[in-house]
């Protein structure tokens, strides 16, 4: 009797162990890269390169510390109509269009995303999005590589949203861009961006 309850209690043992490795967030290479109940996400150390801006865009988005709770944002969002609120770069686009998200094997605290711009698609897969039930905030670095005009452009910009999400879509969104690096191989015909110029923008009633 002794030896079944051993052999039940390893038994279980075992199949709970089976159960948490299988609840973990998987890479499209196939490496599991987020353990259940072990994101993390260090947004100060991500945006350190451009910290008295990121500290600035928060207060004028007016993000402040928020639970681990955010809610599901798995979906395809479209963002018409942006206007600018914000910029510390005097010939900022005062409005954009044309923005699509898509977010999806969101583990917990942990996202990916589909950002497209100016018909430009990235893909990020490490997403940090932070929360109060439907209310979100959401953290990411993207790198992007494309050309303008006869030129090439690498692109490291940190991207900081919030809003809620409510049926039918989000509310309330505002989205921020800071860019880390710039670079290009134009020799000055195309106007580069300094580190640390970011432009925030909200949805427009």
């Given at each position: 009797m002794k030896a079944k309850r051993i052999l039940f209690g390893f038994?279980?043992?075992?199949?709970?162990?089976?159960?948490?490795?299988?609840?973990?967030?998987v890479s499209s290479n196939g490496e599991t890269i987020v353990p259940i109940g072990k994101e993390y996400f260090d947004v100060e150390k991500l945006f350190s390169e451009v910290k008295p801006s990121f500290d600035e865009v928060k207060g004028i988005m007016g993000i402040g510390d928020e639970d681990?709770?955010?809610?599901?944002?798995?979906?395809?969002?479209?963002?018409?109509?942006m206007r600018l609120i914000g910029s510390n770069y005097d010939e900022a686009p005062t409005s954009i269009s044309d923005i699509e998200m898509r977010f999806d094997c969101q583990h917990n605290s942990i996202a990916n995303i589909e950002f497209t711009e100016s018909s430009i698609t990235q893909k990020t897969d490490s997403v940090y999005v932070i929360g109060n039930r439907d209310k979100f905030t959401i953290y990411?670095?993207?790198?992007?590589?494309?050309?303008?005009?006869?030129?090439?452009?690498?692109?490291?910009?940190?991207?900081?949203m919030s809003g809620s999400v409510v049926q039918g879509g989000l509310s309330d969104l505002r989205i921020a861009?800071?860019?880390?690096?710039?670079?290009?191989?134009?020799?000055?015909?195309?106007?580069?961006?300094n580190p640390g110029t970011y432009m925030i923008y909200e949805v427009e009633d």
């Open positions: 038994g279980l043992l075992m199949a709970f162990g089976i159960l948490l490795s299988s609840c973990t967030k681990l709770i955010p809610p599901k944002l798995d979906n395809l969002y479209n963002v018409n109509r990411f670095v993207e790198e992007r590589d494309y050309p303008i005009i006869n030129y090439h452009v690498k692109l490291k910009r940190g991207i900081i861009f800071i860019v880390i690096d710039w670079e290009d191989d134009s020799h000055g015909a195309l106007h580069s961006y």
